[in-house]
């Protein structure tokens, strides 16, 4: 039987997942609550993760592999290459807005998926623990914006 992705030990993903910037302030305990809201999914190389447009339902978190973000249907011509430790579709845990880029395996890779209604889920049953994720997503995103301004002022 041929394997494509070999199964990855819950530790370990506990361990990957625990290194991201959206959970250093969480405990042992507290990781392994928002483990449980996480669903593991593989990617051959070059398949659509999300199309530009799509709905952003879910922020995915790079455990192995590389993921290209780029223009629709433009691989060739990358906005960003994400490697293991990096997460994107950020937003989605915030709104519904449509996607403004396509998501694609660069390369065979294993992605772990938390979905919007988990996030939502986690606020209602483990308030503190959402917060601290809140937290540090908002730290994330102006980190963002302070760099985007940056640039366009170095221009």
């Known amino acids: 039987m041929l394997k494509l992705f070999a199964k990855r030990q819950p530790a370990q993903r506990l361990a990957d997942l625990k290194k991201l910037s959206l959970f250093v302030d969480l405990s042992r305990r507290e990781m392994k609550i928002v483990d449980g809201f996480m669903h593991e999914r593989n990617y051959l190389e070059n398949e659509i993760v999300f199309d530009e447009g799509d709905e952003g339902q879910a922020i995915y978190f790079i455990l192995?592999?590389?993921?290209?973000?780029?223009?629709?249907?433009?691989?060739?011509?990358?906005?960003?290459?994400?490697?293991?430790?990096?997460?994107?579709?950020?937003?989605?845990?915030?709104?519904?807005?449509?996607?403004?880029?396509?998501?694609?395996?660069a390369q065979d890779c294993t992605l772990a998926v938390f979905f919007r209604g988990d996030f939502l889920e986690l606020m209602q049953s483990h308030a503190l623990i959402a917060s601290k994720i809140a937290f540090q997503l908002a730290r994330h995103l102006g980190a963002r914006l302070r760099a985007s301004v940056r640039r366009e002022q170095a221009q």
């Open 64 to 105: 192995a592999g590389r993921v290209l973000i780029c223009p629709q249907g433009q691989p060739q011509a990358p906005i960003a290459t994400l490697e293991r430790g990096n997460f994107f579709g950020e937003l989605a845990l915030l709104d519904d807005a449509p996607r403004v880029a396509q998501a694609r395996a």
